[in-house]
């Protein structure tokens, strides 16, 4: 399967913000798009033109460049985006909101949401290794949408893990209100579908409308 191999903090960089995509080494110093970093000198898009772009761009530049953080704040391909922006596109409702709402459902994402991994990356690895279930069955499809009432748990070695652990202890990351957590954090419930104001991440959902609309 067709998936991004490099560097992440490329990726911070070519879109000026942090996209949390590293863990722990987002909340330090060491990330270039930190205020008062010490690689601030590089706070600028990537590559030998990465000075030049910095220039004000055009309307269809800005609503691509919000396309591309949330596609890449959530690890999703460009042809798994596209799909999900159509079935949002087709349901009752706001489609910007339908299509954060079935971001945040993903069962990767919710797996980071309980504060297992440090990175969707990471949580999106305890699934595929079959380390997280659903109502007590294995479930190994980070795309899988979870419904409001299935409970999400780690299984009981994985929760010796020493990376779970040190996540749950280590860091300083709430778990949203439409979560409800239980045995000791090591499960969580989806209470209610999340609304736009429960999702924090600082994305722009009329831009991508707008854009694909075009």
């Known amino acids: 399967m067709a998936r991004y191999t490099g560097p992440v903090c490329r990726l911070c960089r070519r879109e000026r913000t942090k996209l949390y995509l590293k863990g722990e080494r987002c909340f330090t110093m060491k990330c270039p798009v930190a205020e008062n970093s010490d690689r601030q000198m590089r706070a600028f898009p990537p590559g030998m033109h990465g000075r030049d772009r910095q220039r004000q761009g055009s309307e269809y530049l800005t609503q691509l460049r ?3 953080k949330a596609r890449r704040i959530y690890g999703l391909l460009e042809k798994q985006f596209r799909n999900l922006y159509e079935e949002a596109s087709r349901r009752p409702g706001m489609t910007g909101t339908n299509l954060l709402q079935f971001l945040e459902l993903r069962l990767d994402n919710i797996a980071y949401r309980a504060g297992w991994g440090a990175s969707r990356a990471q949580a999106r690895q ?3 290794h079959g380390h997280v279930t659903i109502d007590g069955k294995r479930v190994n ?6 419904r409001p009432g299935e409970v999400i748990a780690l299984k009981n070695v994985t929760r010796e893990n020493f990376n779970v652990k040190r996540n749950l202890d280590v860091l300083d990351r709430s778990v949203p209100g439409w979560l409800e957590t239980g045995d000791g954090g090591f499960s969580v419930t989806v209470r209610i579908v999340p609304q736009r104001e429960q999702i924090d991440e600082s994305i722009k959902e009329q831009l991508i409308v ?3 609309s075009k």
């Open 66 to 68: 919000e396309k591309q």
């Open 126 to 128: 305890f699934v595929r």
């Open 141 to 146: 499809i980070p795309s899988y949408r979870v």
């Open 210 to 212: 707008e854009l694909y």
